[in-house]
């Protein structure tokens, strides 16, 4: 099917995009930035978001195997060798040899997005992991103040007893806390769980030590993740 100038009319080669007559870049014609597909190589090279903007079907090959982390590296590569590459060459190989013009302007602009881009990633990588741990050590506290209202409990039983006392030893009232899961004790030793809507695996442990001062407690055999826990129960 034959094609003309959107300008003149005059009669288009269907291999180019500039008319021969009047010089007009038809708008069939998808300028390829090298600035950008450098942008891209960088920021998202693993993906192949570069090749697929380059019209590349065989980006599909960095996304296969995007885990292994070669792509990455490999788009790192292909960044620094488009922005290295001169315009003239480029503009031969992605653009059939037609120039858009400078790419100063539509260079900065599309650095600018790329770079918010990837901030906005960073800052939701490091943000949302430190948001989830502090929402799961609010949890947590939630069985810190359950077993710490149990300690009175067993402290009396032994002294009364002259032996540590397990939960059927106890008048222990049932747990309200929706977020704590179970509250039990075991040769003294205070162990509460949280509840499985937490997702917050292990246990909170709070083992006690008589001597001549009286009974002390250390929560060190705690087996929740350290991170979600107060400093008192980090183990060294």
Same mark, same amino acid.
């Given at each position: ?7 003149? *009319?005059?009669?288009? $080669? ?6 021969? !007559? ?22 998202? *090279? ?9 019209? !590349? ?5 960095? &996304? ?5 982390? /070669? ?7 292909? *960044?620094?060798?488009? &922005? ?26 599309? &650095? ?15 943000a949302l992991p430190a948001y989830q741990d502090y929402t799961h050590r609010t949890k947590v506290t939630s069985a810190l103040q359950v077993a710490k209202s149990t300690m009175?409990?067993? @402290? ?12 059927? $030893? ?6 309200? $806390?929706? =977020? ?6 075991? @040769?003294?030793? /205070? ?6 809507k937490t997702n917050i695996e292990g246990y909170i442990a709070y083992v006690p030590t008589s001597d001549e001062r009286g009974i002390e407690w250390s929560c060190k055999e ?5 991170? =979600?826990?107060?400093? @008192?129960?980090?183990? $060294?």
């Amino acid at each position: 099917m034959d094609q003309y100038c959107s300008e003149c *009319g005059g009669a288009l $080669d269907e291999k180019k995009f500039r008319c021969t !007559q009047c010089g007009l870049i038809q708008d069939s014609f998808s300028y390829k930035s090298r600035v950008a597909a450098s942008v891209m190589a960088i920021s998202f *090279g693993m993906f192949g978001a570069h090749r697929f903007y380059l019209g !590349q079907w065989w980006g599909i090959i960095y &996304l296969l195997f995007f885990w292994t982390y /070669i792509p990455a590296i490999i788009g790192w590569v292909e *960044g620094i060798v488009f &922005l290295s590459t001169n315009q003239k060459n480029w503009n031969k190989k992605y653009n059939h040899g037609l120039s858009a013009g400078s790419e100063s302007g539509r260079a900065l602009l599309v &650095l600018f997005v790329f770079v918010f881009i990837a901030i906005v990633g960073i800052l939701a990588a490091v943000a949302l992991p430190a948001y989830q741990d502090y929402t799961h050590r609010t949890k947590v506290t939630s069985a810190l103040q359950v077993a710490k209202s149990t300690m009175p409990l067993v @402290e009396d039983y032994a002294y009364e007893n002259q032996r540590w006392p397990n939960t059927e $030893d106890l008048s222990l009232d049932p747990v309200s $806390d929706p =977020l704590v899961g179970k509250l039990s004790v075991q @040769e003294g030793a /205070i162990v509460v769980t949280m509840s499985e809507k937490t997702n917050i695996e292990g246990y909170i442990a709070y083992v006690p030590t008589s001597d001549e001062r009286g009974i002390e407690w250390s929560c060190k055999e705690s087996t929740i993740a350290k991170r =979600l826990l107060p400093a @008192e129960c980090r183990a $060294d």
